[in-house]
């Protein structure tokens, strides 16, 4: 059920480049996939929260002389920003060495931050790999392992858990943590307090069109303010914001971006959700699905792929446009939950002015079958098979 697909990644990653970058959000899995891989070669493992294990670090490029064959596991990489030079300087010492490949392995937590600490110092020496928590791939395919997947999330500890209530007091710790904890390591202090009411708001807006000054307005913040949080959200990996598509210069297009709480057992947790039943009798029942399907597909998508959303002031519509480039092209996706999907007048303007290569819409059912000429009903698991397999060819 481990992220297989994302340690094969990791590993050609590790074959390619000096250093590679694990990026997700917490409890995602990174430390387990990362053990796993030391498992398979000569491996040092270093945990940056732990103070014993930052002592160590007091010399690194000492350090790391003394491991030349081994590669070195830095988890929590946002714990010691200053070691981004040294890095750099045992990197190319290596590689003046003969040894090109496979130095270090560094996970973080929120991306923007590692990518720039990291950008800075290491370009052409570093690789990226994304991890999310589980998704619709790395579970059972049959539809008691999916609607649980949605009720709980993918985070493992969520989706294992022994009842719904387990999982349910596991993100309200989750979240907790996160506003208590992890935020003040990455951002400016944000009273707690404000930013769950944010995050609440957002997981009721869940995949709405993003209105920062509306959010304002309900905190009494500025719409800066609110813009800087949802920024960190983003950063953290726990947020989502879907660009609108902006390809078509002669249409009037919608330009706020949609937004997601990314992981949907987190959007059940802010909203106190607990079962399925409470799930399916709440008003955001649909948009969390969209969401859920959302979230499943960009995992199975190859990363190259750019993805955004299509809207005009016309009413046409499309929940997903992905850009595959290559023989692929353009993939226009509507996402319905119910087992009766139908077509509707918006989503027939927007599949003229996208002019997409395949066209699907995803719905809550598995059987495949055709909706209207070049238009496929297909279930989200087979679609993101489907998107898996587009970038193997």
């Known amino acids: 059920m481990l992220k297989r697909r994302c340690q094969a990644a990791v590993e050609s990653a590790l074959a390619r480049q000096a250093a590679v970058a694990l990026i997700g959000p917490r409890q995602a899995g990174k430390t387990t996939l990362a053990l796993m891989i030391a498992e ?48 750099r300087v045992v990197i190319d010492r290596s590689r003046r060495k003969g040894k090109r490949t496979g130095l270090f392995l560094l996970l973080g937590s929120a991306a923007i931050d590692l990518l720039r600490q990291s950008g800075e110092t290491l370009a052409g020496r570093i690789e ?35 009842s719904d209530e387990d999982s349910f007091r596991l993100r309200q710790s989750f979240i907790r943590t ?83 709480v990314r992981d949907s057992g987190l959007v059940h ?29 960009l995992s199975a998508a190859p990363s190259s792929a750019t993805a955004s959303f299509y809207r005009t002031t016309a009413g046409a519509e499309m929940d997903l446009v992905l850009e595959l480039g290559g023989r692929a092209g353009r993939w226009a996706i509507e996402i319905k939950r119910g087992l ?27 059987e495949r079958y055709p909706l209207a000429e070049g238009v496929e009903a297909i279930g989200h698991v087979a679609l993101a098979q489907e998107l898996a397999r587009s970038h193997r060819r």
């Open 40 to 87: 398979t070669r000569p491996s040092i493992y270093l945990d940056l929260e732990s103070a014993q294990d930052r002592a160590k670090l007091s010399d690194p490029e000492l350090y790391f002389a003394q491991h030349p064959d081994e590669l070195i596991i830095l988890d929590e990489i946002h714990r010691a920003p200053d070691i981004f030079q040294t890095l």
């Open 128 to 162: 990226y790999v994304d991890m999310g928590p589980l998704d619709a791939l790395e579970v059972n395919a049959d539809s008691a392992a999916q609607e649980q997947l949605w009720l709980r999330g993918g985070f493992p500890d969520s989706y294992l858990a022994a």
């Open 269 to 297: 947790a802010l909203l106190g959700l607990r079962t399925f039943d409470d799930l399916l009798g709440h008003p955001v029942s649909g948009a969390s699905w969209e969401g859920f399907v959302l979230e499943s597909l």
């Open 178 to 260: 996160y506003l208590e904890r992890d935020v003040p390591q990455f951002g400016p202090r944000i009273p707690s307090e404000t930013l769950q009411r944010l995050w609440t708001m957002l997981a009721h807006n869940q995949s709405g069109l993003l209105n920062a000054s509306r959010l304002a307005t309900s905190l009494e913040l500025s719409s800066p303010t609110v813009t800087r949080y949802i920024d960190l959200l983003v950063d953290l990996l726990l947020v989502r914001r879907l660009p609108p598509f902006h390809a078509n210069a002669g249409k009037r297009l919608v330009k706020s971006p949609k937004v997601y």
């Open 340 to 366: 009766a999907p139908t077509l509707t007048k918006g989503f027939h303007m927007a599949r003229k002015d996208l002019a997409p290569t395949k066209t699907f819409v995803v719905y809550s059912g598995t």
